[in-house]
C-alpha cells in the first residue's frame, strides 16, 4: 500500500467516523427533544383522562386574564360519582371520567378548552363566548353529553352534573377569584337539585 493509499483510507475512515457520529448526535437530539415533549405532556395532563390538567387550565385562564380576552369559565361537579367509585371500584371510576372527558371533548368548538381540575371536578373555558344565553346553551349541552347511561366493565351506569358559571369581561378579576365565583355557583347548583346550572348572569 502506497503512503497516497494509507493515507486516502485514514481520510475516509474519517469521514465516516464524523459522518456516524453526526448521526448519533442527531438521533440523541431527537430522542432528548421526544422525551421533553413526553415530560411538558405529562405536566400539563391529567394522567387518567389526558385531558388537560389543574396546572395547565389555570396558566390558560391567567393568560386570558393578563391578555383581557373575555371567556366563560365552567366549573363541573359530577352527581353521585363517589357512589360509583365505591360500589364499582376505582378502575370503573376512572373509566368513566375519561368516557365523559372523550364525549364532552368531541363536542368543543375551537379555542374551547376541557379540563380535569380534580377527582370529579372539570373546568370548560369557552375562549370566545361571554354572552349569557349562548354560554348558557352550551351549559346545558355539557348537561345533556355528561348525563348518558355509561356501560362499562359490564356496569351499567348513570350519572348527571352540575355547573357553575362565571365569565370574564375584562375587569380585575384573578384566576383564584374567578374561580371561586364558578365554585359558589356550582353549589348553588347542587343546592337547587341535579343535572342544574347556575350562573351570575
Known sequence: MTLFDSFHQMSLQVINSQKDLTKRVKDK??????????ALHLA?????????NRMSIRNTIQ?????????????IDLDGFKQINDTYGHGVGDSLLTRIGQNVSSSLEIGDIFARYGGDEFVLLLQHDNQCDIVNRKAKRVLELIKQSYQINGH???????????QYDGTDNDTDSLI???DVAMYQAKNAGKDQVMHAC
Not at 437530539?29 to 413526553?38: E, F, H, M, S, V
Not at 386570558?64 to 365552567?74: E, N, T, V, W
Not at 351499567?156 to 362565571?166: E, P, R, Y
Open 29 to 38: 437530539t431527537a430522542d432528548l427533544a421526544k422525551a421533553q415533549a413526553a
Open 63 to 75: 393568560q386570558r386574564i393578563d391578555a383581557k380576552q373575555p371567556f366563560s369559565l365552567l366549573f
Open 180 to 182: 371561586h365565583l364558578a
Open 44 to 52: 400539563n395532563h391529567d394522567h387518567v383522562t389526558g385531558l388537560a
Open 156 to 166: 351499567q351506569l348513570n350519572v348527571s352534573a352540575c355547573i357553575g358559571v362565571a
